[in-house]
C-alpha cells in the first residue's frame, strides 16, 4: 500500500456493511487496485481495472461524449 494515500483503510468485510455510496467509491477507486492485484488473477484484475476507471467516469459531475465510449 502506498504510504502517500494515508492511513490504510478499515477492514472491509468487518466495516462495509455501513459505507455509503461515496466511501465505497472511495474505496474502489483509492484502495482496491493495490489491495487486490496480489489476489487477483491477471484476467480478473483487469476486469477490475475495467470497474474501477467505470467508478471513476461516473462520480465525475460531467461525462463527455469521449468518456462516454469508455464505458
Known amino acids: 500500500m502506498p504510504s502517500d494515500i494515508g492511513r490504510p483503510p478499515r477492514n472491509i468485510v468487518k466495516h462495509s456493511a455501513g459505507f455509503k455510496a461515496v466511501k465505497w467509491a472511495n474505496w474502489i477507486i483509492l484502495f482496491s487496485l493495490p489491495l487486490l492485484k496480489e489476489r487477483l488473477s491477471q484476467n480478473h484484475f483487469l476486469g477490475w481495472l475495467n ?21
Open 51 to 71: 470497474f474501477v476507471e467505470a467508478v471513476q467516469l461516473c462520480i465525475q459531475p460531467r461525462i463527455d461524449l469521449e468518456d462516454l465510449v469508455k464505458i
